[in-house]
């Protein structure tokens, strides 16, 4: 029924529009067709901090403007990290994102581990640790996306080991009113309904002065996988919803004051992680997984033109509620105990509190020289209420009893972690033609772990919950003991990041640089440092945590824009020595997580861009990266813990690319169809270090390979004047590729897979 509405709905859209084109068509006149061929605008990026075409950024960037977003379908992390050369997002479910760039990554979890790539929402860093969730935000009325390749520590700080995403919301318009709109309506397999609304208002209130501009959005996409575990069918749907106001006044010409809200309500109600084995489009968890977020942003930004230079000061306060709710019952396999497997999970609810200050000096006196000179201030607290679980049902099967509720293990934690850094570049230009670049950043990182007075542990004759119920004995659990309140090792650090390079422009078409760049990510501590396993006390001790990797980049490019802009060309070659690696360890009793150093790796490689307009609306877009990236130093201590093997490749595809093919005709007097087909390929990576931390002689069970695979969608789109609709399928070919694997025992479903296909229709208006 559903699948017959939509069609209806598709067919009912297309038909009212295609009557309207037959009313005024009329042959549309051509101008010179040269300049029609070449009528693309250039792009303009703000990586460096400052308005310049992204020809002539000595940087690998991929920039995504919202007309290509609602082109493509981009909504979210997933589409931008297929269209970026180099780049693979981790993606266990909705909520759960970690971007791989140019090999740097030791598994796709990332588990105690800082974000190798740092994930900006305008001047908010919003990426953190790996097991947590981050809000996956919506991506409409964005003036721009840029995915930054190679360390960006100068400028973005020490999340930027190997890049840095920046979504940039668009600002209000002084003189104009505005709307857009976007209804997204599609249908996943044969009953899963998709729908997704979006709607700006932009309102001048004094001309040249002040202005409004409002964003709401809804999202409501019912579920494709079956729980067998809960019952409950499409179990995965998701409901997202939010919005954003955004304020700019301009009382004269120098000063500009802009503030924003923002709110995000992200609520998948279960995990998108699939059991093959247990049938197609299946999953299996006693309880749902949960991984949830409500984030509230509030900034204020305060731009003011000095005759040589733009100071700009940004103050952020960012207010994120998330759950973790994960089965941890795969840590117990059938067979591993007499009565194996065992209820047994995780409830965590996490608290960010993140203020961020930059201000920042920009030189706008168009000479030679060019600085960039700033400050950075961030203040995070999280607080994690962290509730081991049964459930009700084992318990009262097992008779075991004096539990207040299905927890057995009660523990409240916090962090408070703090960065202070002052940063640089500064450019200085022979000529034209020639340029050379130098940054630095200097930067002190502090992390503090505390556990609270409260919560308990619950015991009986000085057993915990384990023993009676990998045994099967029951008991009443007459001892529940507080924890006491304690205060971890402070971990310190301070680290400088460099960045020289050199450009060369040899005519007004090419650019080529070379760039040396470094990074690191911020010492870690780990929550449960000094603790023993409860399960084998001869087990790992938890380590306190572990100190600053270091990573060094090797960088030539070049950037070509020929034939009067029909072809442009950029093709970037690196080298990457990463050492003192921060990995993730597992200890084998438990599966508790925890953060460490291992020797080294290299990972080197090479990608390319390319645009091509071979004929009046026709539109050929080319990206492709190779890249080898390997453990090269690695000693058998840090074997063991990690699990890690010499010359073993890290946790990124060889190979990767994408095609985008576009077709537009004349329909009539304001009004054009397009067809599109856009096809991502990715190669097969591995899912982690090959063996058991812990216990190196050991293969890790849970080891594997993602599948290769093609992904390929479909279109075809009527614009006319401010209005658009578009149908397209997404997955034309059904493929149920694997395209994650989770690295850890405890989890029973660990496959990610590509979305079943997806037929749909896009109405917009104003886009």
Same mark, same amino acid.
Request: charged share 20%; with cysteine; proline share 5%.
């Given at each position: ?49 400052? $308005? ?90 964005? $003036?721009? +996306? ?530 599109? +087909? ?90």
């Amino acid at each position: 029924m559903r699948a017959m509405l939509l069609a209806s709905a598709c067919a009912v859209t297309l038909f009212s529009i295609s009557s309207a084109l037959a009313q005024d068509a009329e042959p549309k006149s051509r101008s010179d067709e040269q300049e029609a061929l070449s009528g693309s605008q250039d792009v303009v990026v703000t990586a460096t901090r400052r $308005e310049e075409r992204i020809q002539d950024v000595p940087l690998s960037i991929t920039a995504f403007q919202q007309e290509e977003l609602s082109e493509k379908g981009i909504v979210g992390f997933e589409g931008i990290a297929r269209e970026t050369p180099g780049v693979v997002l981790n993606r266990p479910t909705q909520n759960f994102n970690n971007f791989t760039a140019r090999g740097i990554a030791t598994n796709g979890y990332n588990a105690n581990l800082q974000s190798s790539v740092a994930v900006y929402i305008d001047e908010l860093p919003i990426s953190t640790i790996g097991n947590t969730t981050v809000v996956d935000p919506n991506l409409f009325d964005v $003036e721009r +996306v840029e995915f930054l390749r190679g360390p960006q520590g100068t400028l973005f700080g020490s999340g930027s080991l190997s890049g840095a995403m920046r979504i940039l919301n668009k600002s209000p318009d002084l003189n104009d009113f505005d709307v857009s709109a976007l209804a997204d309506i599609g249908l996943t397999g044969s009953d899963s309904l998709r729908q997704r609304y979006n709607l700006m208002i932009n309102v001048p209130i004094a001309t040249d002065k002040l202005a409004v501009r409002a964003v709401g959005f809804y999202r409501n996409e019912e579920g494709y996988l079956d729980n067998v575990g809960t019952g409950v069918r499409n179990s995965n749907s998701l409901i997202d919803w939010g919005g954003r106001a955004i304020v700019l006044w301009k009382p004269t010409d120098r000063l500009s004051i802009k503030l924003l809200g923002s709110y995000e309500n992200s609520d998948p109600k279960d995990s998108s992680l699939t059991s093959p084995s247990l049938g197609r489009e299946k999953r299996v968890s006693d309880q749902p997984d949960r991984f949830t977020g409500k984030q509230t942003i509030f900034n204020a930004t305060l731009d003011y033109e000095f005759d040589f230079a733009r100071l700009t000061s940004s103050s952020t306060y960012s207010d994120f509620d998330q759950k973790f709710y994960v089965d941890l019952a795969g840590t117990f396999p059938p067979g591993s105990f007499p009565r194996a497997p065992i209820a047994f999970g995780l409830d965590a609810d996490a608290y960010d509190k993140v203020f961020v200050q930059e201000t920042r000096l920009v030189s706008s006196l168009g000479g030679p020289l060019e600085f960039v000179l700033g400050g950075f201030y961030m203040h995070r607290r999280r607080d994690v209420d962290y509730f081991y679980r049964s459930s009700l049902p084992f318990l009262q099967a097992r008779g075991l009893t004096g539990l207040p509720d299905q927890y057995y293990q009660k523990q409240y934690t916090h962090q408070i972690s703090e960065e202070l850094a002052g940063f640089g570049e500064l450019t200085y230009r022979f000529s034209d033609k020639f340029w050379l670049t130098g940054g630095m950043r200097y930067g002190r990182t502090s992390a503090q772990a505390f556990t609270e007075a409260g919560g308990y542990l619950a015991t009986a004759f000085g057993q915990n919950y384990f023993t009676y119920a990998l045994l099967g004995i029951p008991v009443n659990f007459n001892t529940l003991t507080p924890y006491a309140a304690a205060e971890g090792v402070k971990a310190t650090g301070s680290k400088p990041s460099w960045k020289a390079s050199a450009s060369f422009k040899p005519n007004e078409t090419v650019t080529t640089y070379a760039t040396f760049s470094t990074g690191f990510r911020a010492p870690i501590v780990n929550a449960f440092g000094g603790r023993a396993s409860l399960v084998n006390p001869n087990d790992i001790v938890i380590p306190f945590g572990a100190s600053s990797d270091d990573l060094k980049s090797y960088e030539v490019g070049a950037k070509t824009r020929f034939l009067n802009g029909l072809v442009t060309i950029n093709a970037a070659a690196y080298l990457i020595d990463w050492s003192n690696i921060q990995a993730q360890a597992n200890r084998v009793s438990d599966s508790v997580q925890f953060a460490t150093n291992i020797g080294a790796a290299r990972s080197k490689g090479i990608e390319v861009e390319m645009g091509l307009v071979p004929a009046r609306d026709v539109f050929l877009g080319l990206n492709a990266a190779y890249n080898d990236s390997k453990i090269t130093k690695l000693s058998p201590t840090e074997a063991a813990i990690s699990g890690a093997v010499l010359g073993h490749r890290l946790s990124a595809p060889r190979l990767q690319g994408a095609i985008y093919l576009s077709y537009g005709v004349d329909l009539g007097q304001d009004t054009k169809g397009t067809f599109a +087909v856009n096809a991502q390929y990715v190669g097969s990576y591995n899912s982690s270090f090959p063996n058991t931390p812990g216990n190196p002689n050991l293969r890790l069970a849970t080891y594997g390979e993602t599948d290769e695979y093609v992904n390929t969608n479909l279109s075809f789109g009527i614009k006319r004047r401010a209005f658009s609709a578009q149908l397209y399928v997404e997955n034309v070919f059904d493929d149920h590729s694997i395209v994650y694997i989770h690295p850890e025992a405890f989890l029973v479903s660990r496959f990610g897979t590509l979305r079943p296909r997806t037929l749909g229709i896009r109405l917009g208006y104003g886009l």
